[in-house]
């Protein structure tokens, strides 16, 4: 069965938002996280900051790509409620350790907040119902 069978099949919360919305969505996000983990880790290189400032954004990042082989390659419900879980988790302790040295890019982080909130309760929801 191919991926895309696999996830359709899946029992799902009324409210989650049809598959063709998540292209999009992340398309806009990572342009933000691009941009935005872009000028972090720069800052790191010029010694703007400390390494433990940009540590959150790098764990983000690494939690962030392991999210799709874990949900659709092992199609492991639950490795993907933990790894979403770390999602969010680095993404708040990103935004409040940026904070301090430059807002923008700690508000440019909203919108990806708001995705990862809602698509870790998405997540939770639908590990829950096929268990």
């Not at 029992?11 to 398309?27: D, M, R, Y």
């Not at 935005?36 to 720069?42: A, I």
């Not at 940026?98 to 909130?117: C, F, N, T």
């Amino acid at each position: 069965m191919d991926t895309y069978s696999w996830y359709s099949q899946l029992i799902k919360p009324f409210w989650a938002p049809p598959a063709f919305l998540f292209g999009p969505v992340w398309t806009f996000l990572y342009i933000l996280i691009a941009i935005s983990f872009g000028k972090v880790f720069l800052m790191t290189w010029k010694k703007e900051i400390a390494f433990m400032v940009a540590l959150p954004f790098l764990l983000n990042i690494v939690f962030n790509l392991a999210f799709t082989p874990l949900q659709f390659g092992l199609r492991n419900n639950l490795l993907a409620s933990i790894d979403i879980i770390f999602i969010l988790a680095t993404l708040i302790w990103a935004i409040v350790a940026i904070y301090p040295y430059s807002r923008w890019i700690a508000y440019m982080q909203i919108p990806y907040l708001l995705w990862v909130s809602f698509a870790t309760v998405l997540q939770l929801t639908i590990t829950y119902l096929n268990k």
